[in-house]
């Protein structure tokens, strides 16, 4: 049996254990129920994994001057640091760590191509799709296989890397990991800054006592995304209005010196920064525009724990680009919501406003969610369905005529009850999808859209940074323990 192996059958037998002393079973009950014990404790096991991914790409390590003769070897020093932090959040979370061998450039340069695309050409889903298949297997390759069984049994992922190991694609399944668990990521540059942020980890909160949401909005007056997302902000205004924790607020900023004055006089635990996004590949910089300027909002006063970047491409990892969105996690921030890509207003405000949705049933204890992490992969998971419907203006428009069974969405929720695997997210989803379509006479329509152009998964490509499993969204026993619940 291997160290994994080991490990998932020790703790299988302390919790049965635990609960054979919970029951004050008898020597003789003990005896004859205590392999079965085992082995369902073992089946239902899950546990936090670390992963660290070493590596840099090489276009970064030229423009700074620390290309080496060999990449993919890392100093004693280096490597010294990669192991203690993988080894101290696995202690720390009573999980298991491990380091993957170096990043090679070519995985590098196939997220720099997925950027490049996006940002440079009409995005074609077929392509994208294409690319994201290849990029996910090839991760997946350069994760060792005793650290792949322990991800199938990972309860949440943190990882640790410049590259966005969480698109890796397991094998036997067909979505990527990020689907089927939650991933959240801690940068490695600066590795100073990294060993830093986790010999000194922030405290965590609580949103079941306070949840008060600040919108900053840094778009032009005339600008027409502006009109779409100010839809979404009362949408979520009118979501939090049934919150008794929770408030809501918007200022509309132009400057700059706006922005850090409004952070100032609205304390808050959510900022959304809805801004224009400006990712300069050439000057490797991915800031957010207020106004008409590009910043990255460094050394700001006020800064909320969570931040969500609705923003375009605030976190690119081809070229190791200096992000708005790892600075903001470095100026104090607990987690950040951003981008790797380009993305679409209307798609992001639905986005957005799903996740207030489930936020606000976690805060008032309907949906069992813990933690801000949990809430994230409840929203994005559940999202591939709006990535495929929002493929074309006619499928659109299908997904909102009226039917005997309700939308295509509510037939939808009735049918994917115990459907859809996680690790086959997409595939089962357009199969459902596919379902409902023959029996409304769409079918034809529907399949020769996704075959002619495919569909393009923007929930992908959100990622969630920092510490969000330190955010407590709602807790039976914090509860309890003030007589709420």
Request: overall charge neutral.
């Amino acid at each position: 049996m291997d160290l994994v192996g080991r490990m998932i059958h020790l703790k299988g037998f302390v919790r049965a254990v635990e609960s054979f002393n919970k029951e004050r079973a008898t020597s003789e009950v003990l005896e004859a129920e205590m392999p079965e014990r085992i082995r369902r404790n073992r089946e239902r096991l899950r546990f936090p994994v670390s992963v660290l991914a070493p590596g840099l790409p090489s276009i970064y390590l030229r423009r700074t001057g620390e290309e080496r003769p060999n990449q993919a070897k890392s100093e004693p020093a280096e490597l010294e640091a990669f192991s203690f932090l993988s080894t101290h959040r696995a202690i720390a979370r009573s999980g298991l760590g491990f380091v993957t061998p170096p990043v090679p450039q070519q995985l590098f340069n196939k997220i720099d191509q997925l950027e490049v695309h996006v940002l440079e050409a009409r995005p074609n889903g077929l392509k994208i799709l294409k690319m994201l298949r290849g990029i996910g297997l090839d991760a997946a390759a350069l994760i060792p296989q005793e650290a792949v069984l322990s991800l199938r049994r990972a309860g949440d992922v943190t990882i640790f890397s410049n590259f966005p190991l969480g698109l890796s694609i397991l094998g036997g399944h067909t979505s990527p990991l990020c689907c089927s668990r939650p991933v959240w990521y801690r940068p490695l540059l600066p590795l100073t800054s990294a060993m830093q942020m986790e010999v000194n980890p922030p405290d965590g909160i609580y949103l079941g006592h306070s949840m008060r949401v600040l919108v900053l909005d840094c778009l032009q007056p005339d600008d027409p995304v502006r009109t779409m997302c100010s839809a979404g902000w009362h949408a979520i205004k009118t979501l939090l209005s049934g919150v008794k924790s929770s408030s809501f607020a918007q200022v509309n900023v132009r400057t700059e010196d706006e922005f850090r004055a409004a952070l100032l006089a609205n304390p808050s635990e959510i900022l959304i920064l809805c801004a224009h996004g400006q990712y300069l590949r050439d000057a490797n910089s991915a800031s957010v525009v207020i106004g008409d300027v590009p910043t990255q909002l460094t050394n700001l006063e006020g800064l909320p724990p969570v931040v969500l970047l609705s923003s375009c491409a605030t976190s690119p990892r081809g070229v190791g680009a200096v992000s708005v969105a790892d600075l903001l996690l470095r100026g104090g921030a607990l987690a950040v919501i951003s981008t790797l890509i380009p993305i679409l207003a209307s798609r992001n405000a639905l986005l957005m406003m799903r996740f207030f949705e489930y936020l606000s049933l976690a805060v008032s204890g309907k949906a069992p969610l813990r933690t801000l992490a949990d809430v994230w992969q409840a929203t994005a998971s559940t999202n591939a369905l709006f990535d495929i419907l929002t493929t074309s203006d006619r499928i659109a428009t299908w997904a909102r005529e009226p039917h005997a069974n309700g939308d295509v969405v509510s037939e939808f929720m009735i049918r994917s009850a115990k459907r859809v695997r996680m690790t086959h997210l997409y595939e089962d989803t357009q199969l459902i999808l596919e379902e409902i379509a023959r029996d409304r006479g769409f079918l034809d329509v529907l399949r020769s859209t996704l075959k002619s152009q495919g569909f393009l998964p923007e929930t992908l490509f959100y990622t969630m940074l920092g510490w969000p499993e330190r955010i407590i969204v709602r807790d039976d026993v914090v509860e309890r323990m003030n007589g709420r619940a």
